[in-house]
Protein backbone atom coordinates (compact mmCIF):
# COMPACT_ATOMS: atom_id res chain seq x y z
CA UNK A 1 0.00 0.00 0.00
CA UNK A 2 1.83 3.25 -1.18
CA UNK A 3 3.01 5.41 1.64
CA UNK A 4 1.95 2.57 4.25
CA UNK A 5 3.11 -0.64 2.39
CA UNK A 6 6.68 0.62 1.71
CA UNK A 7 8.22 3.99 2.89
CA UNK A 8 9.02 4.64 -0.76
CA UNK A 9 8.50 8.17 -1.65
CA UNK A 10 9.99 9.69 -4.44
CA UNK A 11 8.67 9.68 -7.95
CA UNK A 12 9.97 8.63 -11.92
CA UNK A 13 7.81 8.50 -14.82
CA UNK A 14 4.40 7.89 -13.44
CA UNK A 15 4.85 6.89 -9.37
CA UNK A 16 8.10 5.13 -9.03
CA UNK A 17 10.48 5.37 -6.00
CA UNK A 18 14.37 6.02 -6.15
CA UNK A 19 15.44 3.10 -3.48
CA UNK A 20 14.76 0.35 -1.43
CA UNK A 21 13.66 1.05 1.52
CA UNK A 22 11.96 -0.88 4.20
CA UNK A 23 8.78 -0.46 3.31
CA UNK A 24 5.09 -1.52 3.91
CA UNK A 25 3.85 1.80 4.39
CA UNK A 26 4.94 4.13 1.04
CA UNK A 27 4.46 2.42 -1.49
CA UNK A 28 4.61 3.92 -4.88
CA UNK A 29 0.16 5.30 -6.16
CA UNK A 30 0.64 8.08 -3.55
CA UNK A 31 -0.71 11.22 -5.97
CA UNK A 32 1.10 13.00 -3.37
CA UNK A 33 0.35 16.90 -2.63
CA UNK A 34 -2.23 18.73 -3.80
CA UNK A 35 -4.94 22.10 -3.17
CA UNK A 36 -8.68 20.88 -3.53
CA UNK A 37 -9.43 24.73 -4.24
CA UNK A 38 -6.71 24.70 -7.07
CA UNK A 39 -8.29 22.13 -8.99
CA UNK A 40 -10.85 21.83 -11.15
CA UNK A 41 -13.97 23.76 -10.08
CA UNK A 42 -16.54 21.92 -8.78
CA UNK A 43 -19.55 24.57 -8.81
CA UNK A 44 -19.68 23.93 -12.73
CA UNK A 45 -21.07 20.23 -12.27
CA UNK A 46 -24.46 19.69 -11.11
CA UNK A 47 -23.82 17.43 -8.12
CA UNK A 48 -24.94 18.10 -4.61
CA UNK A 49 -22.60 20.05 -2.29
CA UNK A 50 -22.06 16.95 0.10
CA UNK A 51 -20.27 15.28 -2.93
CA UNK A 52 -18.82 18.07 -4.19
CA UNK A 53 -17.09 18.08 -0.68
CA UNK A 54 -15.60 14.53 -0.92
CA UNK A 55 -14.10 14.65 -4.61
CA UNK A 56 -11.63 16.52 -7.00
CA UNK A 57 -12.39 15.94 -10.57
CA UNK A 58 -11.03 16.36 -14.03
CA UNK A 59 -12.45 16.03 -17.69
CA UNK A 60 -15.59 15.82 -19.25
CA UNK A 61 -17.87 16.58 -16.11
CA UNK A 62 -20.84 15.45 -17.81
CA UNK A 63 -19.27 12.01 -19.63
CA UNK A 64 -20.98 9.37 -19.50
CA UNK A 65 -18.38 7.60 -18.35
CA UNK A 66 -16.70 8.04 -14.83
CA UNK A 67 -13.13 6.88 -13.16
CA UNK A 68 -13.18 7.00 -9.72
CA UNK A 69 -9.56 6.88 -7.93
CA UNK A 70 -9.17 5.87 -4.76
CA UNK A 71 -5.72 6.97 -4.00
CA UNK A 72 -2.59 5.10 -2.78
CA UNK A 73 -0.30 6.46 0.32
CA UNK A 74 -2.45 6.49 2.91
CA UNK A 75 -1.94 10.16 3.23
CA UNK A 76 -3.23 13.30 4.33
CA UNK A 77 -3.25 15.03 1.44
CA UNK A 78 -5.50 13.99 -1.39
CA UNK A 79 -3.08 13.94 -4.90
CA UNK A 80 -5.29 15.28 -7.82
CA UNK A 81 -2.46 16.65 -9.61
CA UNK A 82 -0.11 13.38 -9.94
CA UNK A 83 -3.46 11.37 -10.81
CA UNK A 84 -3.68 13.67 -13.53
CA UNK A 85 -0.45 13.79 -14.69
CA UNK A 86 -0.32 9.31 -14.63
CA UNK A 87 -3.44 9.94 -17.20
CA UNK A 88 -1.94 12.69 -19.54
CA UNK A 89 -0.74 9.94 -22.07
CA UNK A 90 -4.28 8.38 -22.20
CA UNK A 91 -7.21 9.45 -24.03
CA UNK A 92 -9.77 10.63 -21.33
CA UNK A 93 -11.29 13.10 -23.33
CA UNK A 94 -14.63 11.46 -23.26
CA UNK A 95 -14.35 10.37 -19.31
CA UNK A 96 -14.68 12.33 -16.18
CA UNK A 97 -11.94 11.43 -13.94
CA UNK A 98 -12.85 11.63 -10.12
CA UNK A 99 -10.51 11.14 -6.70
CA UNK A 100 -12.11 10.70 -3.89
CA UNK A 101 -11.50 11.96 -0.43
CA UNK A 102 -10.31 9.44 2.12
CA UNK A 103 -11.10 9.95 6.31
CA UNK A 104 -7.19 11.18 6.20
CA UNK A 105 -7.40 14.18 3.84
CA UNK A 106 -10.87 15.41 4.80
CA UNK A 107 -9.29 15.66 8.34
CA UNK A 108 -5.40 15.44 8.64
CA UNK A 109 -5.23 17.51 11.72
CA UNK A 110 -6.69 14.35 13.02
CA UNK A 111 -3.77 12.26 12.02
CA UNK A 112 -0.70 14.91 12.54
CA UNK A 113 -0.34 15.59 16.17
CA UNK A 114 -1.24 12.82 18.28
CA UNK A 115 -1.09 8.94 17.75
CA UNK A 116 -4.25 7.36 16.61
CA UNK A 117 -4.98 3.68 18.05
CA UNK A 118 -5.48 0.90 15.81
CA UNK A 119 -9.00 0.27 16.45
CA UNK A 120 -9.49 4.11 15.59
CA UNK A 121 -7.45 3.23 12.33
CA UNK A 122 -10.29 0.59 11.15
CA UNK A 123 -13.06 2.84 12.35
CA UNK A 124 -10.97 5.97 9.40
CA UNK A 125 -10.91 3.12 6.80
CA UNK A 126 -14.36 2.39 7.48
CA UNK A 127 -15.23 5.85 7.05
CA UNK A 128 -12.92 5.95 3.54
CA UNK A 129 -15.09 3.06 2.45
CA UNK A 130 -18.52 4.98 3.28
CA UNK A 131 -17.14 7.56 1.54
CA UNK A 132 -16.26 5.81 -1.59
CA UNK A 133 -19.11 4.01 -1.53
CA UNK A 134 -21.44 7.50 -1.89
CA UNK A 135 -19.54 8.95 -4.66
CA UNK A 136 -19.73 5.83 -6.43
CA UNK A 137 -22.96 5.20 -5.39
CA UNK A 138 -24.00 9.07 -6.81
CA UNK A 139 -22.78 8.75 -10.31
CA UNK A 140 -24.43 4.92 -11.01
CA UNK A 141 -27.52 6.76 -9.77
CA UNK A 142 -27.05 9.02 -12.17
CA UNK A 143 -26.78 6.37 -14.76
CA UNK A 144 -23.08 6.94 -15.55
CA UNK A 145 -21.12 4.02 -15.93
CA UNK A 146 -17.88 3.85 -13.23
CA UNK A 147 -14.80 1.92 -13.44
CA UNK A 148 -13.10 2.01 -9.98
CA UNK A 149 -8.95 2.03 -9.92
CA UNK A 150 -7.20 1.38 -6.59
CA UNK A 151 -3.59 1.21 -6.66
CA UNK A 152 -1.25 -0.29 -3.44
CA UNK A 153 -3.47 1.28 -0.58
CA UNK A 154 -6.42 2.15 -2.96
CA UNK A 155 -6.20 -1.55 -3.89
CA UNK A 156 -6.86 -2.46 -0.30
CA UNK A 157 -9.80 0.39 -0.50
CA UNK A 158 -11.60 -1.11 -3.71
CA UNK A 159 -11.11 -4.58 -2.18
CA UNK A 160 -13.22 -3.65 0.86
CA UNK A 161 -15.05 -1.30 -0.95
CA UNK A 162 -16.67 -4.82 -3.04
CA UNK A 163 -16.43 -7.03 0.21
CA UNK A 164 -18.98 -4.50 2.22
CA UNK A 165 -20.96 -3.13 -0.61
CA UNK A 166 -20.78 -5.95 -3.47
CA UNK A 167 -19.67 -6.74 -6.66
CA UNK A 168 -21.94 -4.54 -8.63
CA UNK A 169 -21.94 -1.24 -7.10
CA UNK A 170 -19.52 -0.12 -10.04
CA UNK A 171 -19.49 -1.70 -13.16
CA UNK A 172 -15.12 -2.51 -13.33
CA UNK A 173 -12.21 -2.72 -11.15
CA UNK A 174 -8.93 -2.09 -12.19
CA UNK A 175 -6.75 -3.15 -8.38
CA UNK A 176 -2.76 -3.22 -8.52
CA UNK A 177 -0.37 -4.09 -6.77
CA UNK A 178 -2.29 -5.16 -3.44
CA UNK A 179 -2.99 -8.23 -1.56
CA UNK A 180 -5.93 -10.21 -0.59
CA UNK A 181 -4.42 -12.09 2.47
CA UNK A 182 -1.11 -9.82 3.36
CA UNK A 183 1.01 -11.90 6.08
CA UNK A 184 0.35 -11.53 9.44
CA UNK A 185 3.63 -10.65 10.73
CA UNK A 186 3.14 -6.94 7.98
CA UNK A 187 -0.15 -6.19 9.28
CA UNK A 188 0.78 -6.57 12.86
CA UNK A 189 3.63 -4.68 12.55
CA UNK A 190 2.16 -1.63 10.84
CA UNK A 191 -0.78 -1.56 13.81
CA UNK A 192 2.05 -1.13 16.33
CA UNK A 193 3.46 1.60 14.03
CA UNK A 194 6.46 -0.39 12.65
CA UNK A 195 7.21 -0.66 9.34
CA UNK A 196 8.48 -4.40 6.74
CA UNK A 197 9.18 -5.65 3.40
CA UNK A 198 9.00 -8.40 1.60
CA UNK A 199 12.74 -9.68 0.42
CA UNK A 200 12.05 -11.02 -3.20
CA UNK A 201 8.67 -10.71 -3.03
CA UNK A 202 8.20 -13.65 -0.75
CA UNK A 203 9.88 -13.46 2.70
CA UNK A 204 8.08 -10.69 5.29
CA UNK A 205 10.81 -8.72 7.28
CA UNK A 206 9.75 -6.74 9.95
CA UNK A 207 11.62 -3.62 11.31
CA UNK A 208 12.81 -3.66 14.63
CA UNK A 209 12.18 -0.12 15.88
CA UNK A 210 8.94 1.55 15.74
CA UNK A 211 8.54 4.37 13.11
CA UNK A 212 9.46 7.74 15.29
CA UNK A 213 6.88 10.18 12.89
CA UNK A 214 3.63 10.13 14.31
CA UNK A 215 2.19 10.80 11.25
CA UNK A 216 4.09 8.27 9.44
CA UNK A 217 2.59 5.65 12.60
CA UNK A 218 -0.69 6.89 12.34
CA UNK A 219 -0.70 5.85 8.15
CA UNK A 220 0.56 2.56 8.79
CA UNK A 221 -2.21 1.78 11.23
CA UNK A 222 -4.33 2.75 8.56
CA UNK A 223 -2.56 0.71 6.44
CA UNK A 224 -3.28 -2.56 8.86
CA UNK A 225 -6.50 -1.88 9.28
CA UNK A 226 -7.20 -3.01 6.10
CA UNK A 227 -4.47 -5.30 5.70
CA UNK A 228 -5.50 -7.57 8.56
CA UNK A 229 -8.72 -8.36 6.28
CA UNK A 230 -8.82 -11.93 4.58
CA UNK A 231 -9.84 -11.04 1.49
CA UNK A 232 -9.96 -14.53 0.11
CA UNK A 233 -12.85 -15.17 2.86
CA UNK A 234 -14.30 -11.88 2.78
CA UNK A 235 -15.05 -11.99 -1.09
CA UNK A 236 -15.41 -15.88 -1.29
CA UNK A 237 -19.32 -15.29 -0.92
CA UNK A 238 -19.12 -13.74 -4.66
CA UNK A 239 -19.17 -16.82 -7.44
CA UNK A 240 -17.76 -14.32 -9.68
CA UNK A 241 -15.45 -11.63 -9.94
CA UNK A 242 -14.71 -10.79 -13.32
CA UNK A 243 -15.50 -7.31 -13.00
CA UNK A 244 -11.75 -7.31 -11.50
CA UNK A 245 -8.49 -6.65 -13.29
CA UNK A 246 -5.77 -7.21 -10.51
CA UNK A 247 -1.99 -6.79 -11.34
CA UNK A 248 0.06 -7.92 -9.42
CA UNK A 249 4.60 -8.03 -9.20
CA UNK A 250 6.05 -11.13 -8.16
CA UNK A 251 8.97 -9.14 -6.62
CA UNK A 252 6.96 -6.79 -5.06
CA UNK A 253 8.61 -5.37 -2.11
CA UNK A 254 5.96 -3.08 -0.67
CA UNK A 255 3.29 -5.85 -0.61
CA UNK A 256 4.62 -9.25 -1.52
CA UNK A 257 3.87 -10.96 -4.29
CA UNK A 258 0.29 -12.61 -4.27
CA UNK A 259 0.40 -16.68 -2.99
CA UNK A 260 -0.89 -19.38 -5.15
CA UNK A 261 -3.42 -19.42 -3.01
CA UNK A 262 -4.34 -15.87 -3.36
CA UNK A 263 -4.24 -16.60 -7.31
CA UNK A 264 -5.96 -19.64 -7.36
CA UNK A 265 -8.67 -18.04 -5.47
CA UNK A 266 -9.05 -15.20 -7.97
CA UNK A 267 -8.56 -17.57 -11.14
CA UNK A 268 -11.55 -19.68 -9.30
CA UNK A 269 -13.40 -16.53 -9.49
CA UNK A 270 -12.81 -15.52 -12.75
CA UNK A 271 -10.77 -11.80 -12.22
CA UNK A 272 -8.51 -11.21 -14.82
CA UNK A 273 -4.95 -11.72 -13.61
CA UNK A 274 -1.61 -9.74 -15.37
CA UNK A 275 1.74 -10.61 -13.57
CA UNK A 276 5.18 -9.50 -14.18
CA UNK A 277 8.40 -9.86 -12.65
CA UNK A 278 8.86 -6.99 -10.89
CA UNK A 279 8.80 -5.12 -7.97
CA UNK A 280 5.89 -2.57 -6.80
CA UNK A 281 7.02 0.55 -8.26
CA UNK A 282 7.82 -1.89 -11.67
CA UNK A 283 4.77 -3.40 -11.65
CA UNK A 284 2.90 -0.14 -11.66
CA UNK A 285 4.73 1.56 -14.34
CA UNK A 286 4.49 -2.01 -16.88
CA UNK A 287 1.24 -2.31 -16.37
CA UNK A 288 -0.87 0.50 -15.86
CA UNK A 289 -1.65 1.02 -19.57
CA UNK A 290 -2.59 -2.82 -20.42
CA UNK A 291 -4.89 -2.63 -16.89
CA UNK A 292 -6.26 0.23 -18.11
CA UNK A 293 -6.60 -0.64 -21.63
CA UNK A 294 -8.09 -4.27 -20.78
CA UNK A 295 -10.59 -3.35 -18.05
CA UNK A 296 -11.85 -0.34 -18.94
CA UNK A 297 -10.69 0.15 -22.77
CA UNK A 298 -8.90 3.42 -22.13
CA UNK A 299 -5.55 3.77 -24.25
Known amino acids: MNRVFS ?7 YYSTSNLIPIVVSAIFIFSCSDDDKQSPMTSIGIPKEIKSLISF ?5 ASTVLINTQGGPST ?11 QDFDTSNILVVNVHQAQTLNPNLFEGNDITFDQAINFDIESTEILYR ?6 DDSRIVYVLGVSFGAFMVQE ?26 WQGLSE ?10 NPILED ?11 ARLAAGLGMNR ?7 FEDLSKITYVYGKKDQAVGRLTDAEVNFLHSKNANIISGNGDHDETINSFFAQGLNETFGIE
Open 231 to 237: YTHLLNT
Open 58 to 62: SGDKD
Open 135 to 140: VIKYFK
Open 7 to 13: KLTNFTS
Open 77 to 87: ILDTINLDQAL
Open 209 to 219: EIETDITERNM
Open 193 to 202: GRFGYFENGI
Open 161 to 186: LIAKKGINVADKYLIMVGRLDIDDII
